[in-house]
């Protein structure tokens, strides 16, 4: 594919670097699911996934199947797991490619254990408990009890998923979690994996980490957790380049419905990208970005592939410039973090809204 001035450039080794300062945290007894949902949270499953397997993940988690079998073309042997639903339909497919599915109900099971009879497999699955997220799973034992009797299907692993809303509540969960595999234990059911902990719990709480834990965010170099210690960076950073220069006067308008209006004369950029490749429109006339290593405030409404900079305070600047869009924070560049501010969203959702028009350059 041929690149265009608006690219994303992700840093590999910065993720390898992230993924192993994670593993150092935990240590060896803890096993790393890395979460690449949603393309890698825009950053590009294909090209993150070799290198998360290298340094150590035991598995790749999506969020759905179509995901995993995406994936699943380029790495026939990658270890893939579904966090989330998978309708009766899909199942037999995912026996097929030896993906391993999230299960909380005997019926489904049965419908695993039949497509693995059929295609001489073991289906793998990991239960999940609901334990007060109220999103997927069952706390029903005798649903539980009877999913770990189906023949012809491994329960590799049993999981909850936190809610985060303070330490206490947290605490709760877990408990809840941790007497539900007891309960299993003790009818003569273990798991390989337990595990609950995302990317903020797997750093604050120790004690969540239990047999695997299933970091997203923080492989990408996103801080949410309180941990000052520990350190990870951010590896995805997005640029283009002055499109055009123009002079105006005061009490000029720029672009749709004259949103904005120059109360002076000034010099503005053209800059092609806009909310189509994922930037927020919500940013429009609230945001910067950055020329020269000055913060450069974008004007007007945020169009579908362009947006205009105030660039009158920017020395000798010349069209081909490079523009930083999303940067590490510093030097005057704007972080998805900053981002996620200003447009009232998380972190998560400015990276995995990035569209696939701006084409990634990876970086070893
Ligand atoms: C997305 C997801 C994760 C990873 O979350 P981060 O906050 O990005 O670490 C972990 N577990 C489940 C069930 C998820 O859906």
Redesign the pocket.
């Known amino acids: 594919m041929i690149a265009g001035d608006t690219r994303i450039y992700v840093s590999l080794k910065k993720l390898g670097e992230n993924l192993d300062a994670l593993s150092k945290l935990v240590g060896n007894n803890v096993a790393i699911m890395a ?1 690449v ?1 949603a393309n890698a949270y825009g950053h590009g499953a294909k090209e993150v996934a070799p290198v998360l397997l290298s340094h150590g993940a035991s598995y790749l988690a999506v ?1 759905r199947l179509e995901e995993a079998l995406e994936i699943r073309k380029s790495f026939p042997d990658a270890p893939l797991f579904v ?1 989330g639903y998978t309708p009766d339909y899909l199942l037999k497919t995912a026996v097929q490619n030896d993906i391993t599915l999230t299960v909380f109900s005997y019926s489904q099971a049965m419908i695993l254990s039949e497509a693995a009879r059929e295609f001489e497999k073991t289906a793998k699955v990991h239960l999940k408990v609901e334990t007060g997220f109220n999103r997927l799973g069952t706390d029903d034992i005798n649903e539980l009890l009877k999913i770990c009797e189906v023949e012809n299907v491994c329960k590799e692993g049993i999981y909850s ?1 936190l809610a985060l809303k303070d330490r206490a509540s947290d605490e709760i969960q877990l408990e809840r979690f941790l007497n539900i595999v007891n309960d299993l234990q003790d009818k003569g059911y273990t798991f390989k994996y337990r595990h609950i902990a ?3 719990s797997a750093v604050d709480y120790p004690d969540f980490r239990l047999d695997m834990i ?5 492989l990408y170099g996103m801080k949410s957790y309180e941990d000052e210690e520990f350190k990870v960076k951010p590896i995805m950073s997005m640029q283009t380049k002055i499109a055009r220069l123009r002079a105006i006067k005061e009490g000029e308008g720029v672009g749709y419905d004259f949103e904005f209006c120059a109360d002076r004369d000034m010099k503005i950029a053209t800059l092609p990208f806009g909310y189509a490749d994922g930037y927020p429109r919500a940013l429009g006339g609230k945001s910067y970005v950055t020329i020269r290593g000055k913060k450069c405030s974008l004007i007007g409404i945020m169009c579908m592939d362009q947006c205009v900079a105030d660039v009158t305070d920017v020395d000798d600047v010349q069209v081909g410039d490079t523009v930083i869009i999303y940067g590490d924070g510093s030097d005057n560049t704007l972080s998805v973090e900053e981002a996620a501010k200003l447009a009232k969203c998380n972190k ?1 959702e400015i990276l995995c809204r990035l569209t696939s028009r701006p084409v990634r350059i990876y970086e070893e």
Do not use: C, E, T, Y
Not at 214 to 218: I, T
């Open positions: 979460v949902k969020a966090l998923h995302d990317s903020i299933r970091p997203g965010a923080v998560n």
